[in-house]
């Protein structure tokens, strides 16, 4: 194998529901965490007043940035589906307790996938 082989899938999808300034947050403190898809001048928009929005990012935990995450605090609970390999959902999942407090509402697997279904608050 080599150095550019990977022997795991190492990029998590995230879908956010909350308020935009909150789905901001967590997006800004991901971001600080690990590589993104998402700029730092990709803010979240609400296009529409009464629908729910959902706002989607996708990470690679391989690419690891600084050795630690502060908590946010968040103005209200955010809820999050965090999708991957076993592999990725667990280094993600880690990181998303050093900056929330995390409750898991639901999780689905597969044979070569983890949904995970969980609700963030402010530590």
Not at 49 to 60: K, N, S
Request: overall charge negative; aromatic content about 6%.
């Amino acid at each position: 194998m080599n150095d550019t082989a990977r022997s795991h899938p190492e990029n998590v999808t995230v879908e956010i529901s909350g308020s935009k300034e909150d789905a901001r947050l967590v997006f800004d403190a991901l971001r600080t965490c690990f590589a993104s898809d998402r700029g730092p001048d990709e803010i979240p928009q609400q296009l529409h007043e009464i629908r729910p929005m959902v706002w989607l990012g996708t990470y690679d935990v391989a690419d690891v940035r600084g050795q630690g995450c502060p908590p946010v605090h968040l103005g209200a609970s955010v809820q999050a589906d965090v999708q991957g390999g076993y592999w990725a959902v667990d280094r993600f999942r880690h990181t998303l307790d050093s900056l929330f407090t995390v409750e898991e509402t639901c999780t689905a697997s597969g044979d070569q996938e983890r949904d995970l279904h969980l609700r963030l608050e402010s530590r």
